[in-house]
């Protein structure tokens, strides 16, 4: 029995090697779990801090403020939001070292480098239509627009590292499409994106891969 098995031993043995070797698998479900937190912070201070200070009903388009109050807001806003994203990026690199410490593997490879050209040519291009958007006053659509961009980031980026993340992305894409119909809601949807969605993930992957 063990002869006949030995093949098939070595075979799956090669297979996890070339696994291991083209697929970045220092990704932690914990830097999910603190990114989904983080945005929904984020979105808590930008709803009740920024757009409800000063008795400001929240309105998706912003139509209801002054032009001077519309531009300092939306500068407000965006600040935040590029504090949340540091915070994500940082949790994500802290927790995945450390993944990678544990297992004894190389964290910085080709796989990784791969993951992230794949990872930031669609986010990138998402970010800057983003601003255009905003520039044009079209802030109805943005986020639509950044959940669409995500979710495609993550499935391109996903065949470089698990599968999960493939799926999260399509989530996040059809996330990002009821959003752009149901343009009122945008807030609400980008909380369930980024914020829920990024936790819920992250649970299964720990639960699945770390523990």
Not at 49 to 67: P, T, V
């Amino acid at each position: 029995m063990e002869t006949k098995n030995k093949p098939l031993d070595d075979i799956l043995a090669i297979r996890n090697m070339m696994e291991r070797s083209s697929k970045f698998l220092s990704l932690s479900g914990l830097s999910g779990v603190f990114a989904g937190c983080c945005a929904i912070v984020g979105a808590a201070v930008a709803y009740f801090g920024i757009l409800k200070a000063g008795n400001i009903k929240y309105n998706e388009y912003m139509r209801s403020l002054s032009e001077v109050s519309t531009r300092e807001i939306r500068l407000e806003l965006m600040g935040l939001a590029l504090v949340v994203l540091a915070l994500a990026l940082g949790g994500a690199l802290y927790f995945s070292v450390r993944k990678a410490q544990k297992s004894k593997q190389n964290f910085w490879n080709k796989a990784s480098k791969q993951l992230l050209i794949h990872l930031f040519i669609p986010l990138f291009t998402g970010g800057i239509f983003s601003l255009l958007l905003i520039w044009h006053n079209n802030i109805d659509l943005v986020a639509s627009t950044t959940l669409i961009f995500y979710g495609l980031a993550l499935v391109n980026a996903g065949k470089f590292t698990f599968g999960e993340v493939h799926y999260l992305g399509l989530s996040e894409i059809v996330l990002g499409l009821l959003a752009g119909v149901f343009l009122h809601f945008g807030m609400v949807f980008w909380i369930l994106g980024f914020g829920v969605l990024h936790i819920v993930y992250g649970l299964v992957m720990y639960r699945k891969y770390e523990r």
